[in-house]
């Protein structure tokens, strides 16, 4: 098992920036993918972000690449997600997961519990 638990999420003006961490516990952190994904009000789960065991390779989509960053230290098992340039249709609970290489939900196993974005004009 791993435990995710995610922070970092709040209020934020378009253009401005935020960082969400997502620490984890349990099983070897550094053996797993780390993921972003966000689901915003009424609209399906989307993915954000992935990144590799080692930290070395990421993958973003389209909507995001370019203004988000992942990262993650694996001495202190958690992955971070930077978010620059915000937009409001950022506007979304954010939640980390634990899985292999993958833009899909069905291959993340850990979830953490979600933390909310809120982008205002």
């Known amino acids: 098992q791993v435990q995710l638990v995610e922070s970092g999420g709040g209020l934020v003006q378009a253009g401005g920036s935020l960082r969400l961490s997502c620490a984890a516990s349990g099983r070897t952190f550094s053996n797993y993918f780390m993921g972003w994904f966000r689901q915003a009000p009424n609209k399906e789960r989307d993915f954000v972000a992935t990144?590799?065991?080692?930290?070395?390779?990421?993958y973003y989509a389209d909507s995001v690449k370019g203004r988000f960053t992942i990262s993650r230290d694996n001495a202190k098992n958690t992955v971070f997600l930077q978010m620059n340039s915000l937009k409001p249709e950022d506007t979304a609970v954010y939640y980390c997961?634990?899985?292999?290489?993958?833009?899909?939900?069905?291959?993340?196993?850990?979830w953490g519990q979600g933390t909310q974005v809120t982008v205002s004009s």
């Open positions: 990144v590799n065991w080692s930290g070395a390779a990421t």
């Open positions: 997961a634990a899985g292999v290489r993958s833009t899909d939900q069905k291959d993340y196993n850990y």
